[in-house]
């Protein structure tokens, strides 16, 4: 069984960057889809990004294309999650979120069984 744990976050202003890391330990995650999920006070969790376990499809949530890069180290069981623009729309907590690959894939919709305790991303205008 995989534990996740994120680091990174912080309190950043409008426009600038931040990268997040989940670091994965009990498991290798050479067989997981990983993925970044966030949720704002007062609002549902929203899926963010997601990775399948080689990293050959990646996904986003229409509100951070372009501004979020998803990506993985399996050697060093290390997820991790660029943030470039930012706006205070993107101040949340953020998780990192596991699943064993299966034949439902990696989307955002599918269900992740594995999450992280969350790091808490805040952007000021």
């Known amino acids: 069984q995989v534990q996740l744990a994120e680091s990174g976050g912080g309190s950043v202003q409008a426009g600038r960057s931040l990268r997040l890391s989940c670091a994965a330990s009990?498991?290798?995650?050479?067989?997981?889809?990983m993925a970044w999920f966030r949720q704002a006070p007062g609002k549902e969790r929203e899926g963010v990004a997601t990775?399948?376990?080689?990293?050959?499809?990646?996904d986003y949530a229409d509100s951070v294309k372009g501004r979020f890069t998803i990506s993985r180290d399996n050697d060093q069981n290390t997820l991790y999650l660029q943030m470039n623009t930012l706006t205070p729309e993107d101040t949340a907590m953020y998780y990192c979120?596991?699943?064993?690959?299966?034949?439902?894939?990696?989307?955002?919709?599918?269900?992740?069984?594995?999450w992280g305790q969350g790091t808490q991303v805040t952007v000021s205008s």
């Open positions: 979120a596991g699943r064993i690959y299966d034949w439902r894939g990696c989307g955002l919709s599918v269900p992740y069984n594995y």
């Open positions: 990775i399948s376990p080689r990293g050959a499809t990646i």
């Open positions: 009990g498991d290798t995650t050479r067989r997981y889809c």
